[in-house]
């Protein structure tokens, strides 16, 4: 018997076809193997022939079953609920945000400060001999 797409033979006995399992797919018959899912990609049930796109926002690691992260360009505001196209906000301007990338962790360039990592208040730091109260290190 041969393998359809979205299953597998180990060792090359056709006979045994088995599903890929979640996180993976084989659009290919008569395959030996299931590929993971690539980062940004993501199976949720067994037997898939190609992986699913995450929505915009959204991402996944390699060989996922949900996208679970923030894309780039993207960070996760509340760290208590899911990834999703609600909770994945844009990156402020002034923030780099990579790609699972937290309100708490939210890069910052030197010149550039905010009052604690749960907030997105940016702020330029003061110029040298400005204000003395401020906790900016630049």
């Given at each position: 018997a041969s393998c359809l797409a979205g299953t597998y033979s180990n060792e090359g006995r056709l006979e045994q076809c088995r599903r890929c399992p979640v996180g993976h797919?084989?659009?290919l018959q008569n395959a030996t193997r299931?590929?993971?899912?690539?980062?940004?990609?993501?199976?949720?049930?067994?037997?898939?022939q190609q992986c699913s796109k995450c929505l915009e926002r959204m991402s996944s690691d390699t060989g996922a079953t949900a996208c679970e992260v923030c894309a780039?360009?993207?960070y996760l505001?509340?760290?208590s609920r899911p990834a999703s196209q609600d909770n994945c906000?844009?990156?402020p301007d002034s923030a780099v945000c990579g790609w699972g990338t937290t309100l708490e962790t939210l890069a910052l360039p030197s010149n550039l400060w905010r009052a604690?990592?749960?907030t997105v208040d940016i702020r330029s730091c003061p110029?040298?001999?400005g204000?003395?109260?401020?906790?900016?290190?630049?």
């Open positions: 797919s084989q659009p299931c590929e993971p899912c690539a980062r940004g990609f993501f199976a949720s049930t067994d037997g898939q780039q360009g993207f505001h509340d760290e906000k844009a990156c604690s990592p749960d110029e040298e001999g204000v003395e109260d401020s906790t900016c290190v630049c």
